[in-house]
Nanobody, 128 residues
Framework: QVQLVESGGGLVQAGGSLRLSCAGS??????????MGWFRQAPGKEREFVAA????????YNSDSVKGRFTISRDNAKSTMYLQMNSLKPEDTAVYYC???????????????????WGQGTQVTVSS
């Protein structure tokens, strides 16, 4: 099994920064190498891919919206993934979800269907 807990969300002014964390736990999470990712869902919009990272640390980004401002990383020893968000914009306002791929799938992915486990989400609000 896999449990995911996000933290670090909050209210920030445009141009500010936040760092999200996603702590994983559970027997499955601690047994298999799995990719991890961040997705977000703004009010009235579909959930969209933000960034993903493989077990070994290779990263993918939604180039159109976040590349150059957001940085994904992970610390496997701490079972935690991070999303450093800089130069935040009001359009970054959303609920941010972390996700983990199916067991023994160590690569990151942009596709929601490649993720089997999801956190409960953390709200990020950027004021103008």
């Amino acid at each position: 099994q896999v449990q995911l807990v996000e933290s670090g969300g909050g209210l920030v002014q445009a141009g500010g920064s936040l760092r999200l964390s996603c702590a994983g736990s559970g027997r499955t999470f601690n047994t298999y190498a799995m990719g991890m990712g961040w997705f977000r869902q703004a009010p009235g919009k579909e959930r969209e891919f933000v960034a993903a990272i493989s077990w070994s640390g290779s990263s993918l980004y939604n180039s159109d919206s976040v590349k150059g401002r957001f940085t994904i990383s992970r610390d496997n020893a701490k079972s935690t993934m991070y999303l450093q968000m800089n130069s935040l914009k009001p359009e970054d306002t959303a609920v941010y979800y972390c996700a983990v791929t199916r067991p023994a799938s160590p690569g990151g992915s942009k596709r929601e269907q490649d993720y089997d486990y999801w956190g409960q989400g953390t709200q990020v609000t950027v004021s103008s």
